[in-house]
């Protein structure tokens, strides 16, 4: 991707939810709510402080996130749809149970 965020802010791919309820029932498009769950594929460097210190990010690329439904930009570059938000946009990070 020819894209780098600056600052603190994030770009995420959403991640689709399916198409089936658990009850088996088809969810039309229309339907369909916007996922607030999505991959981090770049970060930028972090943010500074009032003395100038660099804080770096706590979510890395690979990360699966959660995020705020309303939160972000939404962007397309090389046909792919994607969001731009700030770190603190983000409620916390998917962790794999064993």
């Known amino acids: 991707m020819s894209f780098r965020p600056l600052h603190d802010r994030v770009v995420i791919r959403r991640i689709e939810q399916e198409e089936k309820s658990k009850g088996g029932i088809i969810i039309p498009d229309t ?6 769950e999505g991959a981090v594929i770049a970060v930028g460097p972090g943010s500074r402080d009032d003395q100038g210190v660099l804080h770096p990010l706590d979510v890395k690329v690979g990360d699966r996130i959660v995020f705020g439904k309303w939160s972000g ?7 792919a749809d ?17």
């Open 82 to 98: 994607l969001l731009v938000l700030k770190e603190s946009d983000i409620i916390g990070i998917v962790e794999n149970a064993a």
């Open 73 to 79: 930009t939404e962007i397309k570059i090389d046909g």
């Open 31 to 36: 339907a369909k709510e916007k996922p607030q």
